[in-house]
């Protein structure tokens, strides 16, 4: 268990572990309807103000009408961007007609996905490109080396997989270096433990998608409420403190496009859970 605060992602960049996803930015969701965009760009200004110095994007994360884009107004509101702001975002996954998505299992299609993301951030370099990958049998080398290609000519500086087993990993690995692993996991789904102790023995970070559910798994558990009645906090940071502790590697990514959720996510930050606590919510 650790109760540190940040992380050195892949062994050069300092960061907070608990960051910003924005996935919500666009629309309250990963589709929907255009969001305010002015009030997407104050949520990102308010989350660098409270100390967040990762977020969590993709340039496939837009609103149904294509209207707003995260990688769009990301720029906006940031750029110029501090010097140590973190950008990740994901390639895999494109958008089609009707705002469904489709994964590419093409090498040679990820080069415009990268370049793209650099356009859309206004970056020269991405901080950390996830592979995002689709069924957990397909082989993840040939698009691993696209990507390791591309950090070798400066396009990328740290590489990630995202929806990944440890065979993946361990696949990867004889690629190029892996700086983190991006599943779905979170206190009342824990399927990923394998993966974790994977990260755990040589480093790499593990950030959870979906970190308080998603809309995928319900948070809603008698354990979370008993602690965070303890702590006087809510269930979402009780669910993220826990994130926290669970393991030294481990980052928090919650995403949201209001304020007023925003500032209670990141004082989970300050919540210290007891060995009662883990005992309980083990």
């Given at each position: 268990m650790s109760n540190q605060n940040t992380f050195l992602l892949g062994g050069d960049l300092p960061i907070r572990r608990l960051g910003y996803g924005a996935m919500r930015l666009a629309a309250n969701g990963f589709s929907g309807p255009a969001r305010d965009a002015e009030t997407s760009r104050e949520v990102l200004r308010q989350a660098i103000a409270a100390g967040v110095d990762h977020i969590d994007t993709a340039d496939f994360y837009v609103s149904d009408d294509g209207a707003l884009s995260a990688n769009t107004l990301i720029r906006e509101a940031l750029h110029p961007y501090r010097d140590d702001l973190v950008i990740a975002t994901k390639v895999g996954p494109q958008r089609t007609p009707g705002g469904g998505v489709e994964m590419t299992t093409d090498p040679?299609?990820?080069?415009?996905?990268?370049?793209?993301?650099?356009?859309?951030l206004g970056l020269e370099r991405l901080d950390l490109v996830y592979l995002r990958l689709g069924a957990p049998e397909e082989s993840a080398a040939a698009r691993f080396e696209a990507l390791a290609a591309m950090r070798d000519e400066g396009l990328i500086r740290h590489l990630g997989l995202s929806n990944a087993g440890t065979a993946h990993?361990?696949?990867?690995?004889?690629?190029a270096p892996v700086a983190a692993v991006q599943n779905h996991f979170v206190a009342t789904q824990r399927d990923d433990l394998e993966v974790l102790a994977a990260c755990e023995e040589v480093g790499i970070a593990f950030v959870p998608f979906f970190p308080l559910g998603g809309g995928f798994s319900d948070i809603t558990d008698d354990r979370l409420t008993t602690v965070a009645a303890r702590h006087e906090a809510t269930t979402a940071q009780i669910a993220l403190a826990w994130l926290l502790a669970r393991s030294p590697v481990t980052l928090a990514i919650p995403g949201t496009g209001s304020p007023a959720h925003l500032a209670e996510n990141m004082?989970?930050?300050?919540i210290t859970l007891t060995a009662e606590d883990l005992a309980d919510l083990a």
């Open positions: 040679s299609a990820l080069r415009q996905m990268v370049e793209t993301n650099l356009e859309n990993l361990h696949e990867a690995l004889t690629v004082a989970a930050d300050a």
